[in-house]
């Protein structure tokens, strides 16, 4: 309507200048007429439009007056929800930042636990291998692969399964530590911008009219770049947020997988050490009965072979007591073979003499050949004296080894008592394992 009343009024003032361009023309009383209502309508219709846009402006400040109330109370309602929106998610990032937390260092906990347990398998495996090593000086027929070497090889690889289960639980550990470090950064990130955030709206929501800070902005409406979208600002933090009560999860499940890991290395290995020490005494117990019998053994045999020491002695002193009587008969028979003539007679005395040099010569040979026969059953008895003395000495030496071994054992129990021991025990166990070391090259 306006514009319409502008170019009838601007049609107006261009017909009255064409009628007033010339000043010396002269009107008739009806132009003059006509010039006077002429201006008469055109202010008619120019107090007209003055009255309506008048009226038109007067409802245009009342609607933009009442609009500008509502579209300002609009955004007060809504910066405050965003507010409450922003409140809420702070909220809900602090708990599962304080979740993440907590699960970081009760992993860090468990962590830490896992790595004393194994530094803790060291020990038996230490302690096996020193065992072995040990048990390897054994002599003679006494180096065998008895049940306590397979005990202790086990007990080795009992010892080094648990290490490599229990390693591969603290590299788990450490990997499932970053992925909550990272968790926890972006959370941390995400918690930080929305403070951020919510300081800017919460300035933005105190802010008035007449505000100091209030003032005009070059191209206000325009869209900062990295914009997004409410729901993407929404899947933002909810990614975030179950990104990190996963992981969280995770990692419950891996300390509980953990402690179970390390309660069952201790079982495994306590029972195994228990069968190695267990293998160990009834070895033990095995080689006191056989050196008692060796010595039994030894205590016979020397009697024996002074008993036969005697007998050869008598025999030789047999043997050498017919040497008189024979000298005798055969110098009688000799003698009697110088008889002269008819006189060397085949007579009873003679053939007595014969008879005598006979059996004396068939007792010395029995004697000899019994001599021989108990000089032979004598080196024979002392080769097996020998044999038994070197024999009680190889038991002895491994009976000595195997009370150093149960020794060595014995400070393994000691530290075991506790699961799986600490790392000022492993340093003590060193200290005995050099102990018995320099023990054992002593015996050697």
């Known amino acids: 309507m306006l514009p319409l009343r502008a170019k009838q009024l601007q049609s107006d003032l261009t017909l009255l200048k064409k009628m007033t361009m010339k000043p010396c023309q002269k009107f008739s009383v009806s132009d ?10 055109t202010a008619e219709k120019e ?6 846009v008048r009226q038109e402006a007067r409802m245009l400040r009342n609607e933009t007056f009442i609009q500008t109330k509502w579209d300002e109370q609009d955004t007060r309602t809504r910066l405050t929800n965003r507010s409450e929106d922003i409140r809420r998610w702070i909220d809900n990032l602090e708990k599962g930042l304080c979740d ?6 009760a992993l860090k906990l468990v962590k830490d636990e896992a790595e004393r347990a194994v530094a803790a398998t060291s020990i038996p495996l230490e302690v096996s291998k020193e065992c072995l090593t040990m048990r390897d000086g054994r002599r003679s027929n006494d180096l065998v692969r008895d049940p306590v070497e397979i005990q202790l ?4 690889e009992t010892s080094g399964k648990a290490q490599q289960v229990l390693q591969k639980s603290v590299q788990q550990i450490f990997e499932q530590l970053c992925l909550l470090q990272e968790a926890r950064q972006q959370l941390e990130f995400d918690l930080q911008n929305k403070k951020e955030a919510l300081d800017i709206d919460m300035t933005c929501l105190n802010l008035e009219l007449f ?14 770049s990295g ?25 419950v499940h891996l300390r509980e997988a953990t402690m179970v890991s390390i309660a069952q290395a201790s079982n495994e290995l306590e029972a195994q050490r228990v069968a190695a020490n267990f293998a160990l005494r009834k070895r033990e117990h095995e080689l006191k009965r056989a050196l008692d019998e060796l010595l039994w053994q030894q205590k016979n045999t020397k009697t024996e ?3 036969m020491e005697a007998d050869v002695r008598a025999l030789e002193e047999d043997l050498m007591a017919k040497m008189a009587p024979l000298k005798l008969a055969q110098t009688r028979l000799e003698t009697r073979t110088y008889r002269p003539g008819a006189d060397l007679c085949r007579d009873q005395a003679q053939y007595g003499l014969t008879d005598e040099v006979q059996q004396l010569e068939r007792t010395r040979n029995e004697l000899q050949q019994k ?9 024979l008895l002392y080769t097996q004296f020998a044999h038994i003395n070197d024999e009680i000495a190889c038991k002895t030496h491994s009976l000595t080894l195997e009370k150093h071994v149960l020794g060595i054992r014995h400070h393994l129990s000691q530290s075991l008592e506790k699961s799986l021991p600490l790392t000022e025990d492993n340093h003590s166990m060193s200290e005995i394992l050099t102990q018995f070391k320099n023990q054992h090259s002593d015996l050697e």
């Open 305 to 307: 072979v002074e008993e």
């Open 371 to 379: 001599l021989a026969q108990s000089q032979s059953t004598l080196n």
């Open 211 to 224: 505000s100091p800070e209030v003032s005009l902005k070059p191209n206000s409406t325009r869209v900062p």
């Open 32 to 41: 003059w007429n006509t010039n006077n209502q002429l201006l008469c309508n």
């Open 100 to 105: 993440v937390n907590t699960e970081i260092e």
């Open 227 to 251: 914009s997004t979208t409410p729901q993407q600002w929404e899947q933002f933090s909810h990614y975030n947020l179950n990104r990190a009560l996963e992981e969280v999860k995770a990692s």
């Open 153 to 156: 090889q086990c007990e080795m």
């Open 47 to 52: 107090r007209a439009i003055s009255h309506d």
